[in-house]
């Protein structure tokens, strides 16, 4: 059984390898949504309404609602997300060659979602009018799953929409886990769902992806796990699936059967795409920054305001910030607030919970649920405690 079990290791090592080997003729850039220009705008539009024209977005929102609980609520989430909006982006590139899928850096937006530039006329659009949303990109289109109707949405809170997960708190996720299974479950019980739920409508459906806003939102996922994988997890991927099977590298990913091990590494084989910025050390001193990038005005604060944090809150939240700054003036080990000299911001506000409907839909355990939402709350008590003032 030792001598299997160790063939089957090098074999999944061979995988990522030979992707390796294959290389890509036309690597493509994803940038964030908001540093498109105009033209690069339009010709994005332009190839979208073409591709829901011939059946494209009908065609992906059948899978996602096909796949769903094989995709959700277990570890094939992020390696299934990876191969379906790379399957999105090579259709995309029949029509534009250098297509990319854009990636909106929610957690910048994560005080006032409704309020981001995003999901302005100029971008996606906002709120729906009766639920059909009447302005921006899919303003008029015609959704075919699961039949024909507007594009819906429907905010969280009427006209606005529940505060989302801040950028220190996923910055707080990617440090302490060190495990694929428990990055997977604090991303999808946090800022995966609460996305989903606030904008609504489509996005609170198995068939989300008719909404672009769902290929902005998971490119941005996926290009947090990417920074994740830098920081010493290239190729770590542990957990189960649906049905309790343990995963590898070698485990076939649903409806595509690909080996995950396929993709775990980008500008190979078939994922042919990379993201604006990243870096390959958590211990840098802008690693904050690399998570989400904040207003330029506080573009020097946002890390050095995590460093001004007590000993006992960097341990217990961001334990490579602590190693890699130390402490402060010499003091920091027994400081139980911030200095005075910290610079301004504002401070953390809760996160929206995840909904029971949303629970049951993805068969969550509550229990794990509830945890995890205690946990984000406590998360925010604590740095409020401390005085900290975030630069988002």
Known sequence: MKFFNIFGLIAAQLLVHLADAQGCSNVVLRRDIMSLSQQEWNQMTYVLRRMNDDGWFRYFADIHNY????????????????????????????????????????????????????????????????????????????????????????????????????????????????????????????????????????????????????????????????????????????????????????????????????????????????????????????????????????ADSADSNLARLPANLLQKWFPHVNHENGPLNGSNSTRSSLSPSMPSGKKMVYPAPLTDAWVSMHRFDRAKVEKAMQEAREFVDDLNSANYLSPY
């Open 67 to 298: 796949e769903f609980g094989n995709i959700h609520g277990n570890d094939h989430f992020f390696p299934f997300h990876r191969r379906y909006l790379r399957d999105f982006e090579e259709v995309g590139q029949r029509y534009d060659r250098n297509f990319a899928v854009p990636f909106w850096d929610e957690l910048r937006d994560s005080r006032n979602p409704a309020g981001s530039p995003v999901m302005s006329s100029a971008r996606i659009g906002g709120n729906g009018f009766g639920s059909c949303v009447n302005d921006g990109l899919q303003s008029g289109w015609t959704m075919s799953f699961p039949n024909p109707h507007c594009l819906s949405r429907l905010y969280d809170m009427g006209n606005q929409m529940h505060s989302w997960y801040s950028p220190e708190y996923i910055y707080s996720v990617m440090q302490r886990n060190n495990d694929m299974h428990g990055f997977r479950e604090n991303i999808e019980f946090s800022l995966h769902g609460s996305v989903h739920l606030g904008i609504g409508g489509d996005m609170s459906t198995p068939y989300s992806s008719n909404d672009f806003a769902f290929f902005l939102h998971h490119a941005n996922l996926d290009r947090l796990w990417d920074q994740w994988q830098s920081w010493g997890h290239a190729n770590t991927i542990d957990g189960r699936d649906r049905f309790g099977n343990p995963l590898g590298l070698g485990s076939a990913i649903p409806h595509y059967g690909d080996p995950i091990g396929s993709t775990m590494r980008l500008g190979t084989g078939r994922m042919c795409f990379r993201y604006v910025g990243g870096s390959s050390s958590r211990r840098e001193q802008s690693a904050l920054k690399l998570v989400s990038e904040p207003v330029a005005s506080n």
